[in-house]
């Protein structure tokens, strides 16, 4: 599909460059969500905790928090399943802000966590990554069995690589009832955008993911002992070096550039077979380069690519609003997940 340009996004004045309209929503924008928590337990014997919001006024169940779907009065709504960022969760302001507006609006909603990152750690050895996307696929298939025919997917940055990486894997063959995605601030090309985490003017988000990535196995270390390689995890200056001496070993990659390789969505996108729309903000500080592929977009079928020369990461704060009004990346994925013109080619 052609490249979406020129982008729509307009920032505030206040906010005026990547790393302000990144920073403000992230620490001052306060979304609460009244979340129901289930926990379903995985085949490996672990278990993923799922916050559920519910559509206000979908199919006439107001605001009925019960999430055994279908209902006995009336058909299940649509459903749309959130995969955070790195170290989010539910609560974070990206990911809740769009909760809240997709409830708002009908949808329900299921903001699923990855391992150990629902406040508790989990049971198994490893934890999570950002290619691993057999417990989306497990969610998925949760949602079905509750009832839900029509699905729709939204991922922020590593939330957006998995979302990217497992519809290319599914491709043509992709579950019937998920219909389309949404993706913000993805880095599509995940070395490249390691090393621009390592750029002095983004050290500040590159040292605090690793500080608490090393702080959760730190926490898990305590109560398997002898399990982790402690003495280098302590080491590890820079999320590059944690994950060469953690994630990739932990889960059967050579090193990190083997990880970073076969994890990266961008090789994936050109076999989605869905609308799927991706958002990255040209003055994002976690992306490179390669996560602009406007030629690639221009090639394919089913995705939409949109890079607005604004919007930081994560952020697109509104233009006219405080830190509790609706944001753009909000009004555009409602937008995208309503165009009854949208279909799969």
Known sequence: MPLIAPSSYVPPARLWNGHLQTIIPSLFRKVAVDYVRERIETPDDDFLDLDWGMGQG???????????????HAPCPILTILSHGLEGSSSSQYLAGMVRHL??????????????????????ERFYHIGETGDLHFVIQYALSKGYSTIYLIGFSAGG????????????TIEPAIKKAVVFSVPLDLMGSARRLEQWD???????????????????AAVMP????????RNARSIREFDNLFT????????????YTRSSSLQFIPTIAIPTLIVNAKNDPFLS?????ATLARE???VWMEFPEQGGHCGFPSKNGGTQSTSWSEERALSFLTDSTLTRQ
């Not at 979908?58 to 279908?70: F, H, L, V, Y």
């Open 161 to 172: 690589n998995v979302t990217l990486k497992y519809l290319g894997e599914q491709g043509k």
């Open 300 to 302: 394919l079928p089913n």
């Open 226 to 233: 002898g399990v982790f390689p402690m003495d280098a995890v």
């Open 248 to 259: 990739a070993p932990m889960n059967g990659f050579r090193d990190v550039t083997d990880y």
């Open 58 to 72: 979908a199919e006439g169940r107001g605001k009925n928090t019960d999430i055994s779907c279908p209902m006995p």
């Open 289 to 293: 380069p390669e996560c602009f592929p």
């Open 103 to 124: 409830t708002q609006n009908g949808f329900d909603c299921l903001a699923w966590h990855y391992r150990s990152c629902s406040g508790e750690l989990n049971r198994q």
């Open 202 to 220: 983004s050290l500040v988000y590159n040292h605090r993911f690793n500080r608490t990535l090393k702080r959760k196995v730190m926490q898990k």
